[in-house]
C-alpha cells in the first residue's frame, strides 16, 4: 500500500519503521524542510536515540508529495496544530483514500475530536472527494514500537471492513492491531486518559500512596466511560485497550516522572 504520514515526530517516525516492514511504500511528510533531510541523511531521529532507522522511507515537506496518489494517509501531528495541518493537506488528498488519525486530544474551544477536525476541513475546502476516516489509538511508546517491543494498537473506523483493513497493513510479529466501530469512543479514550495521568503523577508527587493512585485510575476509568456513555459510546470500548490499556501507559510514567522531579526538587 501506498501511505503518507503526516507528522515527523517520535510517532510518525515510529509508525513509518512498522509500515516499511511491512513492505508498504512509506513518504513521511515534516512541517520543516532542515528536519525531513536531517531524517532522510542520518537514518536517525534527535528523540529515538540509538535508533537507527530503515531504509526505504522517504522523508519531505512538500505536502503534495506526501499525499500524492496515496492509498493511506495518516495525520501523527500535535493536536494544536491538527487543523492547519488538516487545512494544508486537503487539496491533496487523493479520492477514495483512507485518512487516519493518530493523534490524540480535542481541540480547545470547540472540544472536536481529530477526525472530527479533518472531515471539518476537507469539507471547508470544496472537494467532493470519497473517504474512510480511521481513528488510530492505545498503549503506544514510539521508542518501544521501532524497537520491535511487542505492542497492539486499535484501529477505529464506522467501516468495519475499513478498520480490518488498516489493522492488517499494520499487523506484524510484533504488533497486533484490533477493530473497534466506535471512533468517538476511540478517541475520547485518547484524550481523556491523559487528565488522570497527569494527575496520578501530580498525587506522588504530593507524597501520596498506591492505595490513593489505585482509587485513581478506577474510579478515572468509571468516570471516562461515563462521559462517553452519555455521549452514546458503548462502554466496552473504555474497558478495552483504548481505555484502560492507554491509561495504564502513561500513568506509572507520570509518576516516576513526578516523583523524580520531586527529589531533585527537596535535594536542591
Known sequence: MKIGILGAGTWGVGLATILVGNDHDVTVWSYSRAEADEISKNKAHRNLPGVVLPDGIRYTADMEEACADKELIIFVVPSVYMRDTARASAPYLPDGCIVASASKGMEKGTLKTMTDI????????GRKIKYDIVALSGPTHAEEVVRGIPTSIVAACKSEAVAGRVAEVFSNSCLRAYTNTDVLGVELCGALKNIIAIAAGALRGVGLGDNT????ITRGISEMARIGMAMGCPRDTFMGLAGIGDLS???????AETTAVASLSARV
Do not use: F, G, T
Open 118 to 125: 479533518i472531515e471539518d476541513e476537507i469539507a471547508a475546502s
Open 213 to 216: 493512585l489505585a482509587m485513581l
Open 249 to 255: 501507559l502513561p500513568a506509572p510514567r507520570c509518576i
